[in-house]
């Protein structure tokens, strides 16, 4: 039998239980377009004893404890949060799976998650909903294409949107290079400045995400960015050998401008080749492996 025993505060959440033996298990969760968080606990069990597995602080719901063959294991529960599952000795693999919902909020237009991390375990896998490709945790953007993301340490700020994507076409001489802006602001305004290496748009919305996916023929490298004439906090989060993710997080609406390091006097000789290969990969730029943080 399986007891799922309260853990009366907070303070006692953040400390791992002593009873039994460490546990060996993967946290896996997947959230869904609604915010609801669907878990499940790989757990390997220990024949010399008890295992005690946390679960995540949340309302549970749906909540299954079975073997690998699918095989329902009796449990009981006391309906405090958070609580802990007991596994009895000599019970190999085992899953237990529940339902958080609407555990991530939304709030004009972005959701979030304050993630606190069991314990018992020192990360977490997440899945995203599918189309979000970038995330932000404790403010930093971080690119995960089509997979998920391994969190470690004791709990993050999750952060996603479901942005909208402007792609301005920015013509010299004979040549078109695609910039892309995503965001939940509107955008307008563009315009390039060879000369002094800049780009610059305006957005509409204050306190918001704004991800620009740059060609590097553009500005070169080093990039710097400001909001009407501020400073602003740039980060360069992901790129390829063609493209710059640039992820920019101002306070409040107006112009952003982008700057590159240097003044690039003429575009170099191998600008069609790179034309070519850019617009190709702004639209297959997902990448296929797990990002670990």
Do not use: C
């Amino acid at each position: 039998m399986i007891l799922i025993i309260p853990i009366f505060s907070s303070q006692a959440f953040a400390q791992p239980l002593k009873m039994g033996d460490p546990v060996q298990e993967q946290i896996q969760v997947r959230i869904d377009e609604n915010g609801t968080a669907h878990v499940e606990h790989i757990v390997q069990g220990n024949s010399n004893s008890q295992v005690i597995v946390e679960t995540i602080r949340g309302n549970m719901t749906n909540i299954s404890v079975t073997d690998l063959l699918n095989n329902t294991i009796q449990y009981e529960t006391i309906p405090q949060m958070p609580v802990a599952i007991i596994l009895p000795p000599e019970k190999n693999m085992t899953l237990i799976k529940y339902d958080l919902p609407n555990v991530v909020t939304q709030n004009d237009g972005v959701w979030m998650w304050n993630y606190l991390t069991p314990s018992d375990t020192a990360s977490t896998d997440f899945y995203f909903p599918s189309g979000i490709t970038q995330i932000w945790t404790n403010d930093r953007p971080v690119y995960i294409g089509e997979n998920g993301i391994d969190i470690h340490g004791d709990g993050t700020k999750l952060e996603y949107t479901i942005e909208k994507t402007s792609i301005q076409n920015i013509q010299w001489q004979n040549y078109t290079l695609p910039v892309e802006i995503d965001g939940l602001s509107d955008i307008g305004n563009y315009t390039f400045e060879q000369s002094s290496s800049s780009y610059q748009f305006q957005i509409s919305k204050s306190h918001s995400f704004v991800t620009v996916v740059m060609p590097k023929v553009l500005l070169g490298a080093k990039y710097a960015a400001y909001i009407n004439g501020n400073h602003l906090l740039t980060t360069v989060f992901h790129e390829n050998d063609t493209h710059a993710w640039i992820g920019l997080r101002p306070d409040t609406n107006g112009t952003i401008q982008i700057t590159g390091s240097t003044v690039i006097p003429e575009f170099p000789l191998f600008l069609p080749l790179a034309i070519g290969i850019s617009m190709i990969l702004l639209l297959q730029f997902r990448v296929y492996s797990k990002i670990k943080l």
